[in-house]
């Protein structure tokens, strides 16, 4: 199946860990993306690949980290987990940076931190 | 400020009912507005998109609607079923630069039996 997927799916963890969210894309995409959306559903971004160069960094704690060892993938760490990185976590892939081009979403990844 | 707001924010109706869902923005240099459909626990999926010159798109049971003029868009939902619950959020894209996307918080709707 050509897809974008995310592992976990869920991660139940203790604050002060740290945690990795692998994302792979079999489309063909340049460009990757990790969303966070929150309790009431808004999603927003974090950080933005295209050909494995950084073109997006919200204002996002340096305890997130991304890295993207070729253009299929875009993994998520996340350092010293606090209550508030509560959230689900999605991916996303598109052809280019346009804003015009859509947006193929994984099936997300349930992070709780207790 | 580039902003989205839609409403509203959430809203049940029976199954077989229509619906209209309202997207209004700021965004600006506007180039394009999507509508996705967020099914629980999954990713949002595109039903379509609208650039500055069309009016009215249909995919089905969901039609779309843009008034570049006074920056609404609307998905309109006919004869829902019950697979139509979902979130649906609406994305409005601008012409420039490298974060040219501005998310609405969503519409949750639920139809019922």
């Known amino acids: 199946d050509t897809a974008v997927s995310q592992t976990p799916k869920y991660l139940v963890t203790q604050m002060g860990n740290d945690k990795s969210i692998k994302c792979e894309q079999n489309?063909?995409?340049?460009?990757m993306y990790w969303y966070k959306q929150d309790s009431k559903k808004f999603l927003k971004i974090m950080f933005s690949?295209?050909?494995?160069?950084?073109?997006i960094n919200e204002t996002v704690p340096n305890r997130f980290s991304p890295k993207s060892p070729d253009k299929a993938h875009l993994n998520l760490h996340i350092n010293s987990l606090e209550l508030g990185d509560s959230a689900v976590y999605f991916c996303?892939?598109?052809?280019?940076?346009?804003?015009?081009?859509?947006?193929?979403f994984g099936p997300g990844t349930r992070l709780t931190v207790l | 400020k580039n902003q989205v707001e839609q409403s509203p924010q959430s809203l049940i109706i029976l199954e077989g009912k229509n619906c209209t869902l309202q997207?209004?923005?700021?965004?600006?240099?506007?180039?394009?507005l999507r509508w996705y459909k967020q099914d629980t626990g999954r990713g949002p999926v595109s039903l379509t998109i609208m650039t500055f010159s069309e009016n009215t798109k249909s995919n089905g049971r969901y039609t779309a609607t843009l008034d570049a003029d006074t920056k609404q868009s609307s998905l309109h939902i006919t004869a829902s079923q019950l697979s139509d619950s979902a979130s649906y959020i609406c994305?409005?894209?601008?012409?420039?630069?490298?974060?040219?996307?501005?998310f609405g918080t969503g519409t949750r709707l639920t139809v019922i039996p």
């Open positions: 996303a892939s598109s052809l280019g940076t346009s804003g015009y081009n859509e947006q193929f």
């Open positions: 489309l063909g995409h340049d460009t």
């Open positions: 997207c209004n923005y700021t965004v600006s240099p506007f180039s394009n």
């Open positions: 690949y295209n050909n494995k160069e950084l073109i």
């Open positions: 994305v409005v894209s601008v012409e420039t630069g490298a974060n040219n996307l501005f």
